[in-house]
């Protein structure tokens, strides 16, 4: 499985977590901006989809998310 597949994986655990308790308690997160990241691949008003390295670059790449997806 490689590394975007953990990731997704990753954000679905995340979505469920968020869906069954409407809060983001127990979610693997980052900081970027202010603003809790649970889903790297869209941008802090989860409307448009971004690459996760290339938008939210240090912050992404020195996250548990990319310690969990290695």
Known sequence: MNMYSKLR???ENNEHIINETE???GCISFEFNGTS???PFVD???INSVDPIEYYGK???ESK?????Q
């Open 59 to 61: 912050a992404f790449l």
């Open 23 to 25: 809060d983001t308690i």
């Open 37 to 39: 990241i649970t889903n």
């Open 65 to 69: 998310f990319m310690k969990d997806s």
């Open 44 to 46: 802090e008003s989860s």
């Open 9 to 11: 994986k990753i954000v």
